[in-house]
């Protein structure tokens, strides 16, 4: 059976990951991989952590989606993938990979993803979180440094320097590729109905 592809872009810390458990909990599936775009950022082993700190990882060049789309083909293909993990604190592609198997719905979520006409083509859904900009800087400074490691001041500069700028060049632009686009400042119950449906749908037909 061919798996359902989803992919899941939107703002940083639009909530994407909210939205997609929220599909998850409607879908009752146990067979689902969920593939973060964030862990093929490209590997950085040959400069240093101060250089690395630096890096634009809101432009689409700093994402290796070569191989992202490599292993889409392998999961479609029936076959495991060795996903890499990537290193948020060291801002580096960890050591460590991940044996990902083939299932019925692979969902791709990540700021970037609808960027690449091969992702979007490979995918069966496509959306896009939406949220307010400030409500997701306020989020973003919470979560980077609760989770990732980083001070307020690296988070504003990072945000004014490459985030803001980025987001308007190059995330937000992609909505217009997205099937469904979710509000995730109110209620966007009918949305995710509307979608765990078509989802239901399309495996149905290929079952
Ligand atoms: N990023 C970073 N440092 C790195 C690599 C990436 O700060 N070394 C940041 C990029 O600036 C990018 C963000 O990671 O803006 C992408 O992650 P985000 O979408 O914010 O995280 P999710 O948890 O997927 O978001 P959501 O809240 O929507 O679920």
């Given at each position: 059976?061919?798996?359902v592809?989803?992919?899941?872009?939107?703002?940083?810390?639009?909530?994407?990951?909210t939205v997609?458990?929220?599909?998850?909990?409607?879908?009752?599936?146990?067979?689902?991989?969920?593939?973060?775009?964030?862990?093929?950022?490209?590997?950085?082993?040959?400069?240093?952590?101060e250089?690395?700190t630096?890096v634009?990882?809101?432009?689409?060049?700093?994402?290796?989606n070569?191989?992202?789309v490599?292993?889409?083909?392998?999961?479609l293909?029936?076959?495991?993938?060795?996903k890499p993990?990537y290193?948020f604190?060291?801002?580096?592609?960890s050591s460590?990979?991940?044996?990902v198997?083939?299932?019925k719905?692979?969902?791709?979520?990540?700021?970037?993803?609808?960027?690449?006409?091969?992702?979007?083509q490979?995918?069966n859904?496509?959306?896009?979180?939406?949220?307010?900009d400030?409500?997701?800087f306020?989020r973003?400074?919470?979560?980077?440094?609760?989770?990732?490691?980083?001070?307020?001041?690296?988070?504003?500069n990072q945000y004014?320097?490459?985030?803001?700028?980025?987001?308007?060049?190059?995330?937000?632009?992609?909505?217009?590729?997205?099937?469904?686009i979710?509000?995730?400042?109110?209620?966007?119950?009918?949305a995710?109905?509307?979608i765990?449906?078509?989802?239901?749908?399309?495996?149905?037909?290929?079952?």
């Amino acid at each position: 059976m061919k798996p359902v592809i989803i992919a899941v872009a939107g703002g940083s810390a639009s909530g994407k990951t909210t939205v997609v458990n929220e599909i998850l909990g409607k879908l009752d599936l146990k067979s689902v991989a969920i593939i973060k775009h964030d862990d093929y950022y490209k590997a950085q082993h040959n400069i240093t952590l101060e250089e690395r700190t630096h890096v634009n990882y809101d432009h689409p060049s700093s994402l290796d989606n070569d191989l992202l789309v490599e292993h889409i083909r392998t999961l479609l293909s029936g076959k495991p993938i060795s996903k890499p993990i990537y290193d948020f604190e060291n801002y580096d592609r960890s050591s460590k990979t991940e044996i990902v198997e083939p299932k019925k719905v692979i969902i791709l979520e990540g700021i970037l993803i609808l960027t690449d006409e091969r992702i979007r083509q490979l995918s069966n859904i496509k959306l896009f979180v939406e949220l307010d900009d400030d409500t997701r800087f306020i989020r973003r400074l919470q979560r980077d440094i609760k989770e990732r490691g980083r001070s307020v001041d690296s988070v504003i500069n990072q945000y004014l320097n490459t985030v803001k700028p980025m987001h308007h060049k190059y995330v937000k632009p992609t909505k217009r590729y997205a099937d469904v686009i979710i509000p995730n400042d109110y209620n966007h119950g009918v949305a995710v109905d509307i979608i765990v449906s078509r989802i239901q749908k399309i495996l149905e037909e290929t079952e």
